[in-house]
């Protein structure tokens, strides 16, 4: 289930109560600077961040303003509270940074940008505030390009050892006894460290298991995870008794993952997107398949290729695959021209049919990849005579007929975006903004104090409405 919109007013409504240009924040603001620009940089240099980058959960928009300025990279900052982005403006004079290109008060499950429009999507400990993980994974891996990363940093792990009680301020804010216990390194034995203010303000805060963490992203490839034992304000979540005991005990290497997976702490690391096909040289093409899948059809080509080395022949686009494909998970082609698409499928249907097309690389402006939140539409890619029609078990509205050329989606969507996470052929989009108006729905999206505007409808109410919304849910 997604975060309900009490749940997200809750954070609007937090965020907007603070200051992000007091002192004691701007001081805040300085002490993380280094820390990001190595996180960032690393990133960087290994090329799981490249531009243009999406960051989720930007608040004041420190990370932007690093990539923008120091790394050249052009940057889309998103986040619920326009008020802590309009802030950024006047932080980013003081760190003397640049502001990014693009600031959007948007909703991270209806990211309002059409499919495959960044080459990174950066999150820095904005994960755990999603009580839906799914879905927000699912509408990453729809605007990433084939091959495109995502970036995570500052994400909590879940301490083994301990008997929670209760949970607490970050430790850097930590008084009296509970201060002094953490100094002891007795109070994570019985206290969530970090969290107090947001949970108490109704804003989720989830924390997980090295299991968990590597089940989310079981659907990317090539993840790499690296662990701290470190708490959300700077504290070892180890004392020096077991840290010494893990020395001596592991190798150097291991040492920090594996106090991070009993005692707690934080992760960070990268996860790209797959490319289930790949143009190589000389007419080559290596494509994912479903090990089930016996049959192929080039859309758009007619003639012999070669399949794992034999030839095969098809006047109409389709044949049978070899016998030496079966159970495979890749094909390697290679065709004389370029097909318009790339379609699978098994005779006996136990597997579903799979379309592979070619995609362009992502626009270098954000701008332009721009889309409505509260509108769906279908693509140039439904192939609704062939599928299982995922989408429209997917809508809880009965919104859609892809049958209906005249109206397939109807009134009675609300932008929801369950459907476009149930296709698998990408045969649904949000509708691309003209000139900053949706087609479909005609709204017209504009900025304010630097920031566009670009939240679902239900969620454009003001923050002062929060107890309102509450109020009609507990009645």
Known sequence: MSQTAPEKLAEIQYRRSIDWTSAANLDHAKKMLDERRSFLAASVMNGSLAGP????????????????TEMGLTTAGLDLSPHALEDAGKLSAQLGLRVPSLRIAGDA????????????VLLWGALHH????????????????????LVLAEEPMRRRLMLPLGRTVSADRLTGWRRTLMRLHVLPWFARVGGLDETNAGISEQDFTAAQWRQMFSPFDDAHWYYQPRLTGGAQSAGPLARALWQALLRPEE??????????????GWAR???PLVELPGGRYLVRKDPAHDSITLRGFAGAFLCQGETLRTETGSARL????????LLMLQIPRRPSRIDLWSSDHTAGYVVHRFSNPPRDDPQTSLACPDCVDYTDWCIHRLCREECVAACPHDALAPVDPLRPVRNTCDGCGRC?????????????LRVGRC??????????????ELRPRNLRNQPSELHQEQGKENG
């Open 273 to 275: 997107k797959s490319a």
């Open 439 to 452: 087609p479909r729905c005609h709204k017209v999206f504009a900025l304010a104090a630097d920031v566009l």
């Open 53 to 68: 980058v999406l960051e989720i959960g930007a608040e004041h928009a420190i990370n932007g303003m690093i990539l923008e």
């Open 255 to 268: 040492v920090d993952a594996s106090l991070t997976r009993w005692f707690g702490g934080s992760v960070f």
């Open 109 to 120: 499950e209806r990211l309002p940008f059409v499919a495959e429009s960044f080459r990174a």
């Open 130 to 149: 999603f009580s839906d993980r799914a879905l927000l994974l699912e509408e990453i891996r729809r605007v990433l390009a084939p091959g495109g990363w």
């Open 420 to 432: 476009l996470a149930a296709c698998p052929y990408g045969g649904l989009d949000r509708p691309q």
């Open 322 to 329: 070899p016998d030496s494909t079966k159970g495979r998970s």
